[in-house]
């Protein structure tokens, strides 16, 4: 059946007609053994870095396309699992990233493929100022680097415009107006960021509630309340 018999106009321009959150710059590092995140304050946690303090103004900063001392997120994957696998063994791995126009990368990778590479090499090291301010001897320890733009989650995970958390959280797309689990197919069910809530949680939980929907049964597991607290004597 052709797309355009399967679906009425309306649900086709609901599916595809909204606007996307943002996307980010991603880098990635694999340190040598030497690199002991517990002395930078590194743990099973996240750090929200803003050199300024000033969100909105830092946001809308990069978004305008200057990536002088960037925000950054942070977090160590190798101290929130023991399982291996994440990095070599007795080595730690940081991942990093800001948020970042789509627009910019997006051109420049099109029509000037040495230029997308020299502001990519640029904003990479923009970025990296930001670290230091975290680490400041990270250089020291950084064996293996990764970094990728808005066009490279485009790419490689096939993220449209590089969003980061599916549909953009504004007022006319959350709520009754979020794309929601059903669709005009009986049999086409949406679990995704864009669906209900982005995030990791947000679209495992989304997940659930579809199973949930199908099958009528819970599939969440009750936590058990604690006990009363009997006082003695
Ligand atoms: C840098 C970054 C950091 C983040 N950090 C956090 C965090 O710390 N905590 C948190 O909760 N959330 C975080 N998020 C958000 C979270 O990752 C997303 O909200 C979540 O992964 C969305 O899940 P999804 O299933 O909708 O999409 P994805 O996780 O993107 O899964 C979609 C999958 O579909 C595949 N795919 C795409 N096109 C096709 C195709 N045509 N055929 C077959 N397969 C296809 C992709 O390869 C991908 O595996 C982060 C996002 C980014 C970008």
């Given amino acids: 059946m052709h797309d355009s018999e399967a679906l009425s106009r309306k649900e086709r321009q609901r599916l595809t007609g909204y606007e996307y959150s943002a996307s980010a710059f991603n880098i990635y590092l694999g ?41 950054i997120f942070l977090s160590c994957p190798t101290m929130k699992t023991q399982e291996p ?9 940081l991942e990093i990233a800001t948020i970042c126009p789509y627009e910019p990368f997006e051109s420049l990778h099109k029509h000037d493929p040495k230029a997308y590479k020299a502001k ?12 230091r301010d975290l680490i400041p001897d990270v250089d020291n320890y950084a064996r293996m680097k990764l970094y990728g733009t808005p066009t490279t989650s485009e790419f490689y995970l096939g993220q449209p415009q590089g969003n980061i958390y599916g549909a953009k959280l504004v007022p006319k ?3 009754l ?16 960021a ?8 947000g679209v495992i939980g989304n997940g659930m ?13 009750r936590q058990e309340a604690p006990k009363p607290l009997v006082a003695a004597g």
């Avoid at 990519?120 to 670290?131: A, D, G, L, N, P």
């Avoid at 107006?177 to 995704?192: A, I, K, M, S, W």
């Avoid at 864009?194 to 949680?201: E, F, G, K, L």
Wanted: aromatic share 12%; net charge neutral.
């Fill in 194 to 201: 864009s669906a209900c809530y982005p995030s990791v949680p």
């Fill in 85 to 93: 696998g994440i990095g070599p063994r007795g080595h730690h791995v």
């Fill in 120 to 131: 990519k090499r640029e904003v990479y090291q923009q970025i990296m100022t930001s670290v």
């Fill in 31 to 71: 340190l040598d053994s030497r690199f002991d995140p517990e002395r930078y304050g590194i743990g099973n946690w996240n750090i929200w870095y803003y050199p300024t303090g000033d969100l909105n103004r830092e946001y809308q900063k990069q978004l305008a396309g200057d990536f002088s001392r960037p925000w």
């Fill in 209 to 221: 509630d579809v199973v949930e929907m199908l099958t009528g049964q819970a599939v969440r597991q």
């Fill in 173 to 175: 797309q959350v709520g």
């Fill in 177 to 192: 107006d979020r794309l929601g689990y059903t669709t005009e197919l009986p049999n086409l069910f949406l679990v995704g």
